[in-house]
């Protein structure tokens, strides 16, 4: 656990002096009225995200009103790969939620009204989709939304209403694609049909602490291309790998490292939109 704050009489809560990188967000009622929701952010160094996470009564609550939990999936419209970490807002009431990795989402709270949800992405063209959550059902461009279940943050299966798969057109000139084989850095051996990791870092300081955003499967051949890149620095390595800060004499940050079983592009590679980054031909 990085840290823990109560939120305040107007339901906010802040948390600063945090490094960039992946956090995952647990809120809980202490009262025990309400269900433990989940978010999952992406933060930047030294920069500020606004993140909202509503709460659902406890079955058995008294109900307030007709309202409803919004499920669905997030995918790029290139090739149907879930679009993971992106921000899916709610205009009125100011609700808002990330995709998890398998490019779910969860929104829960809906009540009865017309709501524009904006889902939006670096890399990706933003889209706009109205829901109507009446008294009797929740409906998407006119069809009623059906009953299905996802899985939250935690693993834990949540039903809803699913408003079903929602695609975003990848921003062609503004992204760029890593492609090439990845070979095992010991053995040089090709590395066939393993999903692994890769890091993303906006520039190339040593400082800047990277995060993994995407986790590819390499072909039969080792074969791996990633499209929709936005400009930055990326690595690719086995899932197993994490980073450390590493400190000078005086306690000053210098660098982060990898520490994992392989480090398959050694170093970090740019890319730069709308060009292909190619991995180097002779094995990582």
Do not use: C
Request: a negative charge; charged letters at 15%; aromatic letters at 10%.
């Amino acid at each position: 656990m990085v840290a823990e704050h109560e939120a305040q009489n107007n339901n906010f809560f802040s948390f600063t002096n945090i490094s960039g990188g992946i956090y995952y967000i647990e809120a809980y009622d202490k009262n025990e009225v309400y269900e433990k929701n989940y978010a999952v952010i992406n933060l930047a160094a030294n920069s500020t995200i606004e993140q909202n996470i509503s709460l659902r009564a406890k079955p058995g609550a008294a109900p307030v009103s007709s309202s409803y939990t919004v499920i669905g999936k997030l995918v790029s419209a290139a090739d149907s790969t879930p679009i993971m970490f992106a921000n899916v807002s709610l205009g009125v009431g100011g609700f808002s939620t990330s995709t998890l990795e398998d490019g779910s989402f969860i929104l829960y709270g809906i009540s009865e009204n017309q709501y524009t949800i904006t889902f939006s992405k670096t890399g990706f063209v933003s889209r706009d989709v109205v829901i109507v959550a009446s008294s009797t059902n929740l409906f998407i461009g006119g069809t009623a939304a059906t009953n299905a279940t996802v899985k939250d943050g935690a693993g834990q299966n949540v039903s809803g209403k699913s408003i079903g798969v929602i695609s975003l057109s990848p921003d062609g000139a503004s992204t760029g694609s890593l492609a090439g084989t990845i070979r095992n850095p010991t053995t040089d051996a090709i590395v066939a049909n393993t999903k692994v990791a890769l890091w993303y870092k906006p520039d190339n300081s040593e400082i800047r602490q990277p995060a993994i955003i995407h986790r590819p499967t390499t072909n039969a051949v080792g074969n791996l291309s990633i499209e929709n890149l936005p400009a930055g620095w990326y690595a690719i390595t086995s899932l197993d790998t994490v980073t450390t800060p590493m400190y000078d004499n005086n306690g000053s940050l210098v660098s982060y490292r990898f520490i994992g079983n392989a480090i398959y592009t050694g170093a970090f590679l740019q890319v730069t939109p709308p060009k292909t980054t190619y991995l180097p031909s002779d094995g990582l």
